[in-house]
């Protein structure tokens, strides 16, 4: 599946700061759950207090996304004051069942 769009199940993140120094993008590929969020909230919160000001968004249009995790994306962006951008026609929203963790418990 090398080459497919849908091969990487990998968040990759990648931070950009405009030339005119307004904002800083942060762009992410792969797929984006619940659980890759976790790592993806401080990256922010970094970018952030690094910008010195500047307007911080997400560009997740490159990212597949579970439905889970978008809604906690749009929780998240509310609160933080950070726009998320995602594909003009949504599609990358997914209805894949989402990755939690599985713990099981043992005996003592």
Do not use: C, F, W
Not at 15 to 38: F, K, P, Y
Not at 95 to 104: I, N
Request: aromatic share 2%.
């Amino acid at each position: 599946m090398k080459g497919s769009a849908l091969a990487s199940e990998k968040l990759s993140v990648v931070v950009r700061v405009d030339v005119d120094g307004e904002q800083i993008q942060i762009a992410a590929t792969g797929r984006v759950t619940t659980l890759s969020l976790q790592g993806l909230y401080p990256v922010v919160q970094r970018t952030k207090s690094l910008g010195g000001g500047l307007g911080v968004e997400m560009d997740l249009s490159q990212a597949t996304i579970d439905e889970d995790a978008l809604r906690q994306l749009q929780v998240y962006s509310e609160i933080h004051e950070v726009p998320v951008r995602l594909s003009q026609d949504h599609n990358n929203v997914t209805a894949l069942p989402s990755r939690k963790l599985q713990t099981a418990s043992r005996a003592a």
